[in-house]
């Protein structure tokens, strides 16, 4: 028999427990599906990035784009 979920402990930093709380009030969603899908998008985010993908974030009102950068560049991508 597979368990539905699986119960963990995380060290959040005091950054991620005031947006984790923030986001919750804001959306009314509990804390487990906001974590669940924060690490869903990372996982789609990550994948894109192993690809050699670039993620936008873009504006409809303005039709400004502005790069998603989640961690560090790679390499030949840095600034020095």
């Known amino acids: 028999m597979t368990r539905a979920h ?4 995380v060290a959040l930093t005091k ?3 005031q947006a984790l709380a923030r986001e919750h009030e804001r959306s009314g969603d ?3 599906d906001i974590i669940n899908r924060a690490v869903q998008v990372y996982e789609e985010v990550e994948e894109a990035r192993r690809q050699g993908k670039i993620i936008y974030l873009y504006d409809p009102e303005t039709g400004a784009r502005e790069r998603l950068i989640i961690g560090t560049l790679p390499p030949d991508e840095s600034t020095t």
């Open 6 to 9: 699986e119960v963990i402990t």
């Open 15 to 17: 950054r991620t427990t």
């Open 30 to 32: 509990t804390r487990t």
